[in-house]
């Protein structure tokens, strides 16, 4: 079984913020707003997905692995909705405005995967994003960047990835169980991920647009271990549970154990 804990926070979020950045600092901010706005979107997708994956799996300690997975989904995306608001907030009502379609845009994409796609796509879609994520979380974990939680919304980003890093194995664990081909996890993991990353890519143009600015791709020592860390889910001996994971990580976990118990 995985070692999974649940930590119930809810985080508050005061936030003043500081977009005067330097171009790649910028890119790099603004795709980290992309991302949570997908998550009031994306996450309740992967819980909807893996309610239907519990039916089918036999495996009572994947079905365990699995509960935990999506009690700690729910926690993760009810977080950045709160942080949302404030980040929406921060822009002239015109770009919120445009922030909300392009949410109703992917949230329409996700009701239509849960009614109309086989558990099969939705299970590849969702470790196809999870395989991503612990791949951009190790990275930056390996960087330093989730103990500094600079970014807007500081200590929702060091929780969420380390929780992300903690449930590495559970996506993985249902396509194999369930489906277990690797052309198709890795073709319908590819599509998944482009589909994801290119709502986070219109998020985080209609913010640089709203501050006046260009989105500029970031490229720095994180970005590009981030990088080959994702080259590697696309082995076909590619398996999360053999990811040596950096002490800092459980570090923060234990960190986080001890908030949510007090
Ligand atoms: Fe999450
Ligand atoms: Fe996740």
């Given at each position: 079984?995985?070692?999974?804990?649940?930590?119930?926070?809810?985080?508050?979020f005061?936030?003043?913020f500081?977009?005067?950045?330097?171009d790649?600092?910028?890119?790099?901010?603004?795709?980290?707003?992309?991302?949570?706005?997908?998550?009031?979107?994306l996450?309740?997708?992967?819980i909807r997905t893996?309610?239907v994956?519990?039916?089918?799996?036999?495996?009572?300690?994947?079905?365990?692995?699995v509960?935990?997975?999506s009690?700690?989904?729910?926690h993760?995306?009810?977080?950045?909705?709160?942080f949302?608001?404030?980040?929406?907030?921060?822009?002239?009502?015109?770009?919120?405005?445009e922030l909300e379609r392009?949410?109703?845009?992917?949230?329409a994409?996700?009701?239509?995967?849960?009614?109309?796609?086989?558990l099969?796509?939705?299970?590849?879609?969702?470790?196809?994003?999870?395989?991503?994520?612990?791949?951009?979380a190790?990275a930056?974990?390996?960087?330093?960047?989730?103990?500094a939680?600079?970014?807007?919304?500081g200590?929702l980003w060091?929780?969420?990835?380390?929780?992300?890093i903690?449930h590495?194995?559970?996506?993985?664990g249902?396509?194999?169980?369930?489906v277990g081909?690797?052309f198709?996890?890795?073709?319908?993991?590819?599509?998944?991920?482009?589909h994801?990353?290119?709502?986070?890519r219109?998020?985080a143009k209609?913010m640089?647009r709203?501050?006046?600015?260009?989105?500029?791709?970031?490229?720095?020592?994180m970005?590009?271990?981030?990088g080959r860390?994702y080259?590697r889910?696309?082995?076909?001996?590619?398996?999360?549970?053999?990811?040596?994971?950096?002490?800092?990580?459980?570090?923060?976990l234990?960190?986080y154990?001890?908030?949510?118990a007090?």
């Amino acid at each position: 079984m995985a070692d999974i804990t649940v930590r119930k926070i809810r985080f508050e979020f005061d936030e003043r913020f500081d977009f005067d950045l330097e171009d790649q600092e910028l890119g790099l901010t603004l795709s980290s707003m992309g991302l949570s706005l997908t998550m009031p979107h994306l996450e309740p997708y992967l819980i909807r997905t893996m309610k239907v994956a519990l039916k089918e799996i036999t495996d009572p300690v994947l079905a365990e692995d699995v509960r935990r997975f999506s009690q700690q989904e729910g926690h993760h995306f009810r977080n950045h909705a709160d942080f949302n608001v404030k980040l929406r907030g921060h822009f002239e009502p015109d770009v919120g405005a445009e922030l909300e379609r392009i949410e109703a845009e992917m949230e329409a994409d996700y009701q239509r995967f849960s009614q109309e796609k086989s558990l099969r796509w939705n299970a590849a879609y969702a470790e196809g994003f999870e395989a991503m994520t612990c791949s951009g979380a190790l990275a930056m974990a390996e960087h330093g960047i989730l103990e500094a939680d600079a970014t807007p919304g500081g200590e929702l980003w060091p929780w969420h990835m380390a929780e992300e890093i903690e449930h590495r194995t559970v996506a993985f664990g249902v396509f194999e169980h369930l489906v277990g081909r690797y052309f198709y996890r890795v073709v319908f993991g590819a599509r998944a991920q482009w589909h994801y990353l290119s709502y986070v890519r219109r998020f985080a143009k209609t913010m640089a647009r709203g501050l006046g600015r260009e989105l500029v791709s970031p490229r720095t020592p994180m970005t590009r271990a981030a990088g080959r860390n994702y080259l590697r889910t696309w082995s076909p001996r590619y398996d999360p549970a053999k990811i040596v994971i950096p002490p800092a990580v459980d570090a923060l976990l234990a960190r986080y154990s001890a908030r949510a118990a007090s």
